[in-house]
């Protein structure tokens, strides 16, 4: 069958009215779509048309679409009057029998829409599909039509040409679009840029694979709020791809719920950070810089720690609350791009000047958190004039909070973070969480202040108790050392002491209380004390311990904190150049034997002693070892921080220590330094007490064979 020819022009005809009133689009399933311009010709027939009612494209582009109409099955009313009323609607559907390229009538329902284009020139876009008999699913037909139109999402449907066919209501406010500003439009073509872009490929891509694509977010339409887009293929019952479905969700208040519960995460972590990154510290500078370093850049641009200068140097609270002629110093500082004016804003070590008023002024006075949002309000932070609120401002610092940190309820310094440029401004939230930051801070600083009184009270009585003075009586040479614990700073237990007894004798004495700290310095003294006054009494070494262990034992008060020391009594002899030491639980002494007069190495030897049981634990008894010594020996008596190393058996670090002492020196402080030079560097160690002793006769005294 030849294509009709055609029948006098339709330009002379007016448009009428319409053939039905307007109605809003319906679904219209297996549908294909046709283009006609103003006058009716046809200008867009795509393969599924074809396929639909025969007619090739070579047939029909440029022909009136009312060549297409079966005249005999439009009730009597010519096809030219129908293709009028069809160009003079806004919108129109109905039913009309068109022409199969075979010569049969093909029942279509026809769904048109009058549009314009971008150059302001009038088109129709008409969906077709092939009218199907009433039959028993009209119902959910019905029901599947009062879905698409009264659904909450935005639902599109697309030809294998990705042509919008079918659109709800829904879609067009999400859009923020008229719904015929979608109908024979591509998606690209109706939202412009990257978006619009984004989603013909995903359609192009579930057209081509048939694998769905769900829950793509973009942004919304101005880039305001989100959508979640979905996509699947359409087929019919043989199978044959018809086109797109497409569906659309304001997700706008998942995206704000999810970005809450990330920027909560964020802020646990931050949280646990900190509170890992300063547990264990005991330092006060040492926290404050961590501080500063933990919140840039994950909560801030720039950050600084400024504290009352009395509790950083002398480890005490203000009596009253501070104000803002107390003086402040800036300890930890960090900053996201360090340059001139960040080293004017923050320098560590600086004074920091505020005025009365001030924000500063106002937050360390009443331990209430201030929040400046803008830059005016920064510039009220210190006083005015304030070089650093000036290079803080020049770095392009628009927010800032001023956190205290408090101990209890005495505020201890301030928190200051900054954010500049381009990162957000805090809000009420920031500076609710920042808050909690501070409080753990203000903790971590009060735990190190109260650490650092204790211990310089500990030093401060570990010196008093020390031997100011070693005494160097008759028939001996005295050299000693002591040597803090590398890490925690605290106060030990070990203590030497060297004593006058009756009849030229010589008591020499080491010991070593467990543990650190003020408890440890006071079990010290007492020992130390107990030991002196004892020795008056010329008891033998081995009979005193059995006494000072008894007091040791009274003097624990806790079973759970049972006091434990180690010490060695030596009592020398210089008329008889004899020696006699006891031990508890002490590292063995070591005894150097004078140069040979021929030269070569010295020979060191263990002293075989009993090791006996530590000071303390009671019921023990101890046992004595004496021998003779040659003319200049030495007699070594130290604590285990010298030989004792983590991960190593003390016998390696004795041995260590014997073959040190087998070098030649010229006196025992340059023996001193040697011994001491066995020490590993950067490596955790105890304190290290040492006491050198070259046992002499008296200058009157006969030689012995």
């Known amino acids: 069958m030849t294509f009709p020819p055609h029948a006098s022009g ?34 867009l027939w795509s393969r599924s048309v074809e396929d639909l009612l025969g007619w090739t494209r070579e047939d029909v582009l ?48 026809v769904q048109a829409s009058l549009l314009v284009d971008g150059d302001g020139r009038a088109f129709v876009h008409a969906s077709l599909a092939e009218e199907s008999p009433p039959s028993p699913g009209e119902p959910g037909r019905t029901a599947l039509e009062s879905l698409f139109e009264s659904s909450p999402l935005g639902v599109a449907i697309f030809d294998t040409d990705l042509r919008c066919i079918r659109a709800n209501e829904a879609l067009a406010r999400l859009d923020h679009r008229p719904l015929r500003s979608h109908l024979g439009r591509t998606v690209d073509e109706v939202i412009a840029g990257p978006v619009g872009h984004r989603i013909l490929e995903l359609q192009r891509q579930v057209l081509r694979t048939g694998m769905p694509v769900l829950d793509v977010t973009l942004p919304g339409p101005e880039g305001q709020g989100f959508r979640s887009v979905s996509c699947s293929r359409l087929e019919d019952t043989s199978h044959r791809v018809t086109g797109i479905g497409c569906t659309v969700m304001d997700v706008t208040e998942r995206r704000r719920i999810a970005r809450q519960n990330e920027v909560v995460r964020a802020r646990l972590t931050l949280l646990n950070d900190l509170g890992s990154r300063v547990a264990g510290l005991l330092d006060i500078p040492a926290i404050a810089e961590r501080l500063a370093d933990t919140l840039v850049p994950a909560f801030g641009d720039y950050a600084g720690v400024v504290l009352l200068e009395s509790v950083v ?35 560590i070590g600086q004074s920091v000047s505020l005025a009365e008023h001030s924000a500063a002024g106002e937050a360390l006075r009443t331990g209430t958190p201030h929040l400046l949002g803008s830059p005016e309000r920064v510039r009220s932070a210190t006083y005015p004039g304030d070089p650093k609120t000036r290079a803080a401002l020049d770095l392009g610092v628009h927010s800032m909070m001023l956190l205290p940190l408090r101990a209890a309820d005495v505020v201890l310094g301030l928190l200051v973070v900054y954010r500049a440029n381009d990162s957000p401004p805090f809000d009420t939230d920031d500076l609710a969480f920042a808050m909690r930051l501070a409080d753990r801070a203000g903790t971590s600083l009060d735990n190190a202040r109260l650490y650092a009184r204790e211990r310089e009270g500990a030093l401060m009585l570990q010196r008093a108790l020390m031997p100011q003075h070693v005494p160097e009586p008759p028939g001996v040479h005295i050299a000693f050392r002591y040597v803090p614990a590398s890490t925690g700073n605290e106060a030990g237990g070990d203590w030497f002491d060297v004593t006058q007894l009756a009849g030229g004798r010589v008591a020499l004495i080491i010991g070593d209380v467990t543990g650190h700290g003020l408890r440890a310095a006071a079990t010290m003294g007492l020992l130390r004390t107990a030991v002196r006054t004892l020795s008056v009494l010329d008891l033998p070494p081995a009979q005193l311990l059995q006494h000072i262990d008894d007091i040791a034992t009274d003097l624990t008060h806790d079973p759970d904190e049972a006091l434990m020391a180690t010490c060695a009594y030596a009592v020398y002899d210089p008329s008889l150049r004899h020696c006699v030491i006891a031990r508890a639980g002490h590292v063995p002494p070591l005894l150097v034997e004078p140069e040979p007069e021929g030269g070569g190495a010295r020979t060191v030897r263990v002293i075989d002693v009993p090791s006996g049981a530590p000071l303390g634990v009671g019921g023990v008894a101890f046992e004595e070892v004496g021998f003779d010594v040659s003319e200049g020996s030495v007699l070594a008596l130290y604590t285990d921080g010298l030989i004792e190393t983590r991960g190593e058996d003390i016998g390696t670090g004795l041995e260590r220590l014997r073959s040190q002492l087998t070098e030649p020196y010229a006196s025992l402080e340059e023996a001193c330094d040697g011994m001491l030079s066995i020490l590993e560097p950067e490596t955790e160690r105890d304190d290290v007490a040492l006491l050198l002793a070259q046992l002499v006769s008296f200058p009157d005294a006969p030689a012995r064979s």
């Open 10 to 43: 339709i330009s002379a005809r007016g448009p009428g009215p319409p053939l039905s009133a307007p109605e809003p689009p319906l679904l219209v399933p297996n549908a294909v779509v046709v283009v006609l311009n103003a006058t009716g010709h046809i200008t």
């Open 62 to 109: 440029g022909r009136r679409f009312d060549r297409l109409m079966d005249a005999g099955g439009t009730d009597a009313e010519a096809p030219e009057d129908i293709l009028a009323k069809l160009l003079g609607s806004e919108s129109w559907s109905g039913v009309l029998p068109l022409l199969h390229r075979d010569g049969h009538p093909v029942h279509t329902r």
């Open 313 to 347: 140097t002398e480890g005490e609270l203000p009596r009253h609350a501070p104000t803002h002629r107390t003086p402040l110093v800036q300890l930890g500082v960090a900053c996201v791009d360090p340059n001139p004016l960040t080293e004017r804003m923050l320098r």
